[in-house]
Nanobody, 115 residues
């Protein structure tokens, strides 16, 4: 069983920044891939950014150039640096990890961007 605990969400004005963290209960060397997803009210959950065990990254078009995904292997922690936030970035953000054939999810952290 893998536990993922997100933190760092909150309320920020448009143009501001936040950094989300996701602490994993096992070494992230054991994790095939990790990512950040988000779900806004009334919308489907969508991939925001992903990173593989080989450090390849991918981003949703809507966040390219504003968000950066990274990880600290020593701390077993995944990050999402979010800059130039927009009201449309408002959502619950979830951390996800793929370990072998299974996907695991965190509980989510709310990000609210005011205009």
């Amino acid at each position: 069983q893998v536990q993922l605990v997100e933190s760092g969400g909150g309320l920020v004005q448009a143009g501001g920044s936040l950094r989300l963290s996701c602490a994993a209960s096992l070494s992230i060397f054991s994790i095939n891939a990790m990512g950040w997803y988000r779900q806004a009210p009334g919308k489907q959950r969508e991939l925001v950014a992903g990173i593989t065990s080989g450090d390849s990254t991918n981003y949703a078009d809507s966040v390219k150039g504003r968000f950066t995904i990274s990880r600290n292997n020593a701390k077993n922690t995944l990050y999402l640096q979010m800059n130039s936030l927009k009201p449309e970035d408002t959502a619950v953000y979830y951390c996800a990890a793929t370990v072998g054939p299974k996907d695991y999810w965190g509980q989510g952290t709310q990000v609210t961007v005011s205009s």
